[in-house]
C-alpha cells in the first residue's frame, strides 16, 4: 500500500470498519477460548469433588450399618445365651 492508500482509508469509514472487524474477530475468539478454559477449569473442579463425596458418603453409610448391626446382634446373643445376666 502507498502511502495515499493509507490516508485515503484512514480518511474514510473503512478503516474504521476493517479495524472494527479485526478487534471483534480477536475478542470473539479469546472470549471463546476464555470461556472454554473456564467451563472446563469447573467441570474439572466439579468431578473431583464429586468424587470425594461419593466416596465420604458411601463410607458414611457403610460404617453407620455396621456399626448398628454389630450391637444389635450382640444384644440379641446376649439375651437368648445368657437369660440370667440380661437385665
Same mark, same amino acid.
Given at each position: 500500500?502507498?502511502? *495515499?492508500?493509507?490516508?485515503k482509508l484512514k480518511t474514510s469509514d473503512n478503516y474504521v470498519k476493517i @479495524?472494527?472487524?479485526?478487534? *471483534?474477530? =480477536?475478542? /470473539? !475468539? $479469546? !472470549?471463546? $477460548?476464555? &470461556?472454554?478454559?473456564? @467451563? +472446563? @477449569?469447573? &467441570? %474439572? %473442579? @466439579?468431578?473431583? =469433588?464429586? =468424587? +470425594? $463425596? $461419593?466416596?465420604?458418603?458411601?463410607? +458414611?453409610?457403610?460404617? !453407620? /450399618? %455396621? /456399626?448398628?448391626?454389630?450391637?444389635?446382634?450382640?444384644s440379641l446373643q446376649n439375651q437368648s445365651c445368657f437369660p440370667a445376666f *440380661?437385665?
Open positions: 500500500m502507498c502511502k *495515499s492508500e493509507i490516508d @479495524f472494527y472487524k479485526h478487534i *471483534s474477530r =480477536v475478542t /470473539n !475468539s $479469546l !472470549s471463546t $477460548l476464555y &470461556k472454554t478454559y473456564c @467451563f +472446563a @477449569f469447573q &467441570k %474439572r %473442579r @466439579f468431578c473431583t =469433588v464429586k =468424587v +470425594a $463425596l $461419593l466416596h465420604c458418603k458411601t463410607y +458414611a453409610f457403610a460404617t !453407620s /450399618n %455396621r /456399626n448398628y448391626r454389630f450391637p444389635y446382634k450382640l *440380661s437385665r
